[in-house]
């Protein structure tokens, strides 16, 4: 699917916008300028290590939420009850 970049040279927002026939020309979400810059966008591809390698950096980001979180409701126990 035809997805482009644009930035908007007005209020600086950069955003993606598909393309299709039937679509109306792209439009800043921010402030509805309609004289953009299209950027030239870097190709992407996905293999099994790419995605492996996405899944586990997914996990490291999960598992260090949770950490927090954990971190935070003991910090608040000590709290109450001190």
Known sequence: MPIYEYECPQCGHRFEYLVLSSTPAAECPSCGNRDLK?????CSMSSE????????AAHK??????????????????????
């Open 61 to 82: 980001k999960a598992a260090g939420v949770r950490g927090e979180k954990t971190r935070e409701e003991h910090k608040h126990l000590h709290e109450h009850y001190d």
């Open 49 to 56: 290590t790419t995605r492996q390698a996405n899944l586990s």
């Open 38 to 42: 299209q950027l030239i966008s870097l």
